[in-house]
């Protein structure tokens, strides 16, 4: 496995929800990313989760599509991600839907970690890649 790391840019933005969604007392979102270091992409990202502010858990589900250069190996993937906030206490799953992989990252497999650090986004990305 090959580990990078590097910061992203995150802007958001609210989604209408739907008729389950509202029944449940979640939220849909969207979010867009830049990348920046040896992950040089894009990321579009559709989630829906539900968070209570005063103990500080919640969750979250997502699909992200990743577009640009990883390494210098152009392509696009995608992310699963499924997330707990345990109050206050992240557990993350983000990990690369098998197969995904286009272009130079066909094949790609791996796992990211995200960490926020004085408001700005970090991420640890390991994965594997076979060979061109």
């Known amino acids: 496995m090959t580990q990078v790391k590097g ?8 989604l209408d929800a739907d008729e ?6 979640a939220m849909r979102m969207k979010f867009e990313k830049r990348f920046e270091g040896p992950l040089s992409a894009t990321g579009l990202v559709s989630m829906i989760g539900v968070m209570d502010r005063q103990t500080g858990s919640g969750a979250y589900v997502a699909l992200e599509k990743i577009s640009g250069e990883l390494q210098g190996r152009k392509g696009s993937f995608l992310f699963q991600h499924s997330s707990v906030l345990d ?26 970690t995200v960490d ?16 061109h």
Do not use: C, N, W
Not at 116 to 131: R, S, W
């Open 20 to 25: 389950v969604t509202r029944e449940l007392g």
């Open 116 to 131: 926020i650090v004085d408001g700005q986004h970090f991420y640890t990305f390991e994965y594997d890649l076979p060979a």
């Open 87 to 112: 109050r206050g206490q992240p557990r993350q799953s983000i990990r690369v839907i098998p197969d995904s992989g286009t272009e130079e990252l066909a094949g790609l497999r791996g796992d990211m």
């Open 7 to 14: 910061k992203f840019e995150v802007r958001s933005s609210p």
